[in-house]
């Protein structure tokens, strides 16, 4: 049996949770949250996990993996403490929204040699999945030209905003990642450009809530990504990918198999609402995916560099919007 | 120069003989219509034709062919004229609501052999025909069900369905027509229910608006027909022919490209509107092999015996639907 | 807590036994399957149940409910089981083979007043009941047309098909009772035609893979079915409901959400396979029900009645394809 | 009777001759192309007009307008002498591959006032007209980031590659065009990237193949553009406007209707090839719309200044991709 701990029992904390401990081989003996929930309880009474303190977990030396899901203030210190343990560590992104305390995290991962994984979902998507095969098999040709779309489908609270750490470490990071996985190389250039046009107390609280952000590829290839916090028909997570010899859609996945037509035209289902929904047949893969590793030493689909240099991409992104300029990302580039 | 006459000025003979006269290698001599109108004159002047009566045609010998596109109940006696002066003709379907009749025209223009071509427009279009392309060619497999639908976008006035023959030899003769075309081979059972649903004035006129036909071919093979006079979204004209390999769709056209989405779903157009424009491309191509008929005696893709077996199938479901038995339709079937 | 039993331990029952086994307030007591399994032992691991005989469980007073997923030819015996120990139950279609026998069945039931849900889960599935709802709610307008498509992936065993009681009552039975689910009353006519054009095996077997079926109501709207046992392209399962305001398609819905556009077109993902995972959602929502009728007595979308009625149509297609002829259906009709 | 010139009997001149020529109240009196060609005899042919030289045409009074659609590095020269002879005119983009030589003719023509309308046809193809009708109306609510592809089906020969400008000015140009058209305001900044990934002659003849470029507006919104010289479907021709209440998209129309599915999926057509058959309608329209302009002086969707602005904006791209810096726009911004 492989036991886990879990850290958070909040939204995303709450669904890993419950997907480990729906594997066969996997029992999850704790729940780490200071703030007591009806959730919390709810996690604990149907997985048999026991609410304890961090310390709790880390004394005990059989847990195999901790699943790190808390509020992403807590997201480094837990990673230094899994790596002074030994434990491995599955991590929800972003580590953190200081980018020198991410590299200095990501080099005492990479140093301790502790297994980890991060929380990039969308590559244990069976479409992005699909795509990324098709494409690293040769079948699709070079891929030219990356197209991207992330809107929500509507502004979060603007506490969330003021916490989250802006909408490019917070949403676009998704993209940055894809882009680098779809494209299997690293970003040359970054430029940005984003405003506030759907949620004016999300400009007030120093956010944008509308961006478009161009990348350039090492070896010269394209990449656009749209970006906003409010599509009208509702969760709109779409990509295109435009290589030598064909082309490569992931479209948005709708509510329901219902099409009406009537004079106004034929009108088919919104797309499936939200995340958690949208994704969750990819956020069970993780899961199995985290356990295979612990299991097996597999390597998952993305890594703590990879957190790092999607990171590193939001960043950029930020650095170009706020100058008007274009970012040149030099080796182990940094924001000042 | 291939010289040519039309017979009737109305809706579908305009449009023939516009786009016969658009033909390099035709010049559209006569028109022949009864009945003085704007649009009989504006005909005359685009294509030079003269106005003249039946007469003047038949006894022109430098008339190489007619399109008769008059009213329904003046065909048979053209057909006949033409067969007397050894003119090629293209006639519009239905050849004449009295299926007698109709076998008598049929057998006369057969001993003639003079050329004869039927308007099944739908042959021509390019939908069609790359459906009944593929399965012919053998790669689609056996034709094993064939489902088509073909509703109105709303009830033609009272006066129009008293003169039509009733909405199955008026409207599904078509799709019978396209049974025979799709199968290649002929028809063995027909069943037909109908009522009427939409247009309480039409079953006073004695007629239906909502039908559904079932027919079987020779060799077993399976048909469904779906028929009315109003669909809410506009002009329903599809067809799904399930083969053995693959299954292939006719799916109506949509009038324009623009989709929109809003938190109601996904709306894209309405089809065109109605078969006039939905077909322009099918009588184009009519006319061009028309024309060819004409010049070379290339067997049009639909002949005066299709014209018959349409109309049988049409009485057949007829008497199927008034009787509520299956008819089986022996050699030589006619309905009492 | 409510305590159930599940009889049959195969495909079916495995799905209904893990989800009522998964909603917080059901315990799974017994699983009843006389043949050892692997799936038998695996389902009893995971609910904590006891594989008993049937007798142990008649003899539980503490038993709410019973499923019935077994073999057609035990349904009829546990379903008067159930009536005699005055436990409630869901049943899956067929109730048997013998029409005689459901009558009786059926008789029993309502006799005894005992509380039935019989498993046509296509009422549950959240796209055809949107279907159901919009026209009751009168928004569609009168619903003139139905016309449904169910085509297996692939023709089933030989020996499946030999038990099975034919195409109509193990296949089609679904259709006939979503005829009855939409249109809101009962049928008047039923004409059937079939054949075996997929697999001779099947057609030495005595059966059919390939049917259309038409069918009028006592109102006289129309419905069409065509079914057979194999669609090039996967699972087809499709409804179009043409009513006087609008039209509703329920769509197949697709494996994956990528589309790939190359030279040859754009190409999206085959359906879903099978009836399993097309209906997952329909099938967790008829044990919601079920549970919730054991509660509180709330109505199921099917009873015996509708088991019976269906059933009823499919024998009158049975007769309809033998003799080639139209049946009527009057009060009480049975097979000879 | 409105008397008009073509000026080129190409690809384009062909087809907006015989779009005028079939107009009722038009007569095309004159052809001018210096090159012999079977097409300019077939358009003379055709539309009963005289080929002619330039000087013919401008002192001949009775002409109403010119339709200049020779070579681009005529378009100047005979936009100055229609501007002398005081003729209404319709010219091709671009004005001229000289920036400056734009500006001077541009001015020459708004200080005599000569009318004169400019060949973007997409703002008169019926879908982008839609989008920017229902903008314009409100339903739509603020257009917040409009994302356009451009993608020829296959690069054009290198010949015409070294005469066109490059691929901003010669096809990026009508995207530059649709983005003012839409947000109904000027550009603010202009970011374009852009390389060699499809021909390495392209690249060896000093252009590009596959582009990405971001605009933002005076006030704030959001432009993308992704263009290239080979989609491996077919021609791309794409736009999507995401405003605050829906989103509109404008999708490739498709060659024809059918769909065919099999084990693979459900393919439907590639796009309509290519832009004289994609945009037929909008070439019609355009015509109709210049003979308006020419009896009551109605104002084209298209002047002059488009042009100028149009063409600002793709020399922008074009120093902003050299120096790979954003361009800013302050007013009268010119290339140096």
Redesign the interface.
Known sequence: MIKLAVFGAGRIGYVHALNAAALPSVKLEYVVDPVPSAQRADLAAKTGARIVEADAVFSDPSIDGVIIASSTDTHAELILLSVAAGTAMFCEKPISLNFKLVTEVAEAVTKAGTPCMLGFQRRYD??FR??RE?IQSGVS??L??L?M?T?DPSPPPVEYVKRSGGMFRDQAIHDFDMARYLLGEEIR?V?A?G?C??DPEIGQAGDID???I?L?SKS?????M?N?RR????YDQRLEA?????????????K???????????????PMNYFIERFADAYRAEMVAFVEMLKTGAEPLAGMADGLEAQRLAEAAIVSMQT???VELTAGWQPD
């Open positions: 069976p479409n699909m795509v098709r040709g070079v030219e030209q197209v779309h809107r250039t430029y450009v405003g046009l759907i509308t961006a478009m161009t350039t010269g290839r394209f990449v656009q749209n906003c599509a009208p028909f509702g435009l290589c030598a010899k064909e082309v490569l859609y992931v479209e948005n996945r709708p329901d198999s219902v099409m009406i037509g009537s004079a106004q035209g034929f009108t088919s289902a919104p008007g300029k274009v």
